[in-house]
Structure formats: C-alpha cells, structure tokens
Antibody, heavy 126, light 106 residues
C-alpha cells in the first residue's frame, strides 16, 4: 500500500522559514508528479505547488510565489517544500499528493491526485 | 479558472440520492476531479477526468459533465458517505478547488 508522509511542520514566527518533506513508501516518487495542497483551519482546500517528475517544471499559486520553493531528490524518494517569509495566513495543514501513471482498465494513464499524505501542520504565530 | 460549487451544504438521509454541482468559469473539457474529506483526515480522490472512478471507490459514486458544468452524484447514501466534497479543475495552473459541499445527516 502506498504511503506518503509529510514532516517538518511546526510553530514558527512571522517572517520565519520551514522546510516540509514528503517521503514515500511502496511507490517511486521519481515517476510521479507531486502537488502540495493546504487547508487553513476551518477552510477549504487550496492548491499551492506542483513539480514535474523530472523536477524541471514547477508551478506555484500566487499566494506563495516568490516565498515557497518546491524541489525533489529522486535518489532519496523525497520531495521538499521550502517555505520562507512565512505569514500568519500561511497557517494550515499542508498535504503532498501524487499524480502518477497507473493501469486503468488496461490503459496506462496519468491519474491525478491518486495518493495523499496525512498532512503536516504549520502554525505561523508570534 | 474559478470553480463554483453548489450547494455549500446539504442534509440528506441514508438511502437518498444526492447531486453536487460544480461550474467552471471557462471551458475545461473534462479535467475535473472530485474529492471526499472527513474531519481530521486527508482528502480522498473519488473521480478524475469528470467521470472515471478511482480504484476502490464504491460504484454508488458517479461523475458527469464536460465543458463548464459538472456533477457528482451519490446513489443510495451510506452512513460513511457523510463528509465534505470538493471539485477541482486541473486543466490549467493555478489549479483550483470548489468551495466544498458539506453533506450532513438529516
């Protein structure tokens, strides 16, 4: 069974930094596209970042562009989200999720957001 | 691309059939996914490509639509189906989610 595990969350002051990691078991992350999605307390889901399987293409939501940086180390089967200049409004649970190739009724297709981690809690507060 | 989901909340009984609608602000073909989230848990993917069921998802769930209007239908509600549901477009970046529909027991 595929497991994604986020780590690195915690309490940080405004303007501080955190680095989240997403590690996987029973799946090779190097073959997957990875997304980060966050959920502020009591709010809905917000997509914030994407990285291609090669790491050559990265996209960010406007709310984090210029402050967050996603990278991957395929040798370690891990993906990272470096979060700088954190703001109170970045307080949320951060989920990593995969989009990967799978056999679907005999066809190899890209299935989006097929596996999710349990989330890492990030609290930005003074 | 904005995704407008309705209703924001819904009360129903076990055995009922319910439909949730998502409207995209522009044509997104069939690049829509639906997710279920229960309190304290990560979202779970139900449907991708508007109507394709994720592996392991019960057949009581179905999705339809293309272009700008999409629906998630749950036939014969089970107790474990009471949760919050989100649509998402993955046609263009930034990806966007609907506001969510909270499905409660009547």
């Amino acid at each position: 069974e595929v497991h994604l595990v986020e780590s690195g969350g915690g309490l940080v002051q405004p303007g501080g930094s955190l680095r989240l990691s997403c590690a996987a078991s029973a799946i090779t992350l190097s073959s997957c596209e990875i997304h980060w999605v966050r959920q502020a307390p009591g709010k809905g889901l917000e997509w914030i970042s994407y990285i291609s399987s090669s790491g050559n293409t990265v996209y960010y939501a406007d709310s984090v562009k210029g402050r967050f940086n996603q990278s991957r180390d395929n040798a370690k089967n891990s993906v990272f989200l470096q979060m700088n200049n954190l703001r109170v409004e970045d307080t949320a649970i951060y989920y990593c999720a995969t989009s990967g190739l799978s056999l679907y009724f005999g066809n190899l297709i890209l299935i989006p957001f097929d596996h999710w981690g349990q989330g890492a809690r990030v609290t930005v507060s003074s | 691309i904005q995704m407008t989901q309705s209703p924001s909340s819904l009360s129903a009984s076990v055995g009922d059939r319910v439909t949730i609608t998502c409207r995209a602000s522009q044509d997104i073909s069939n690049y829509v996914a639906w997710f279920q989230q229960k309190p304290g848990n990560a979202p779970k993917s139900l449907i991708f490509a508007a109507s394709s069921l994720q592996s392991g998802v019960p057949s009581e769930f179905s999705g339809s639509g293309s272009g700008t209007v999409f629906t998630l239908t749950i036939n014969s509600l089970q107790p474990e189906d009471f949760a919050t549901y989100y649509c998402q477009q993955y046609k263009d970046y930034p990806l966007t989610f609907g506001q969510g529909t909270r499905l409660e027991i009547k």
